[in-house]
């Protein structure tokens, strides 16, 4: 399974993350992408539009486990995807900012 640290990742690497809606509006790294894991496949499209075509798709999750099912998800389709380790709960831990759904100060649910 390919996997990175929260603080491998640079700014404006693109991140995908696949928590579900509330876990999103309490929380996230400002400008992900939001796709929850239940609407992944029927949203794919979403991904293969948003993603920088020759870029790395980092996967995040609240602590990496259903980030590591849609990384190997991605990996099959022949897409450059990487699950980061530890989630969100690394990535607020790390003091990395997080943004509620109305882009004040969010917390990870």
């Known amino acids: 399974m390919p996997t990175v640290e929260v603080g491998d990742l640079k700014d404006g690497d693109f991140l995908l993350d696949v928590r579900e809606d509330d876990e999103w509006q309490a929380g996230h790294a400002e400008g992900a992408l939001h796709i929850p894991i239940s609407d992944f496949v029927a949203r794919y499209g979403e991904l293969t539009e948003a993603a920088p075509q020759d870029g790395r798709v980092h996967v995040i999750c609240r602590s990496g486990g259903r980030s590591a099912q849609v ?15 530890g989630g969100m709960q690394h990535w607020a831990a790390a003091g990395r900012p997080v943004v509620d ?5 969010g917390f990870v649910l």
């Open 71 to 85: 990384t190997m998800y991605l990996v099959q389709q022949g897409i450059d995807a990487v699950n980061v380790d």
């Open 101 to 105: 759904d109305k882009g004040g100060a």
